[in-house]
């Protein structure tokens, strides 16, 4: 007899932190087989990669991907469960911006020790992201949590 399975979506930020303790480990193998340089630069690669089909799927899935259809997402997948807080939320035709004043995926990686891949493995995500979900948008930031500022400020902005 087939049980029927109940779909329950994993917030976004309970995905990283699943990913991570595996993720890090194969970066941190690799890079002391062929050098931290070269493992950083193969990993960040293949997250790339991954962060734009993300940006594409998500586009796909919210039947959009103007300014107003990414602030969706932001709010729908990526603070989801409370992964992060965002203030100062301005949107308007070229652009869209806020600061996140709380990120639940610098906990994560504080947490499990790996700090020092976060950036890496979550905040790098975000530029790539657009490749996939837009890439007449683009992102300009500045400052993360993750690298130990107290807010990250992320600006979107349509290309000319």
Known sequence: MKQKVSKQEIAH???RELQ???VSALINGFAKEIGKIQ???????VINEDAALSGKTLAEKS???????????IQEVWTKDGAMEIENISLDERSLSFDVTYCGYAEVYRRLGI???????????????????????ELQRTKTIMENDSIC????VMKS
């Open 13 to 15: 930020v309970k995905v």
């Open 20 to 22: 991570a303790p595996l």
């Open 39 to 45: 493992a950083h630069e193969i990993a960040q690669k």
């Open 63 to 73: 039947s959009g991907n103007s300014l107003k259809d990414l602030l969706k997402v």
């Open 115 to 137: 700090q020092e891949l976060g950036t890496l493995m979550s905040c790098s995500r975000d530029f790539a992201f657009m490749d996939g979900f837009n890439p007449a948008i």
């Open 153 to 156: 400020n992320f600006r979107y």
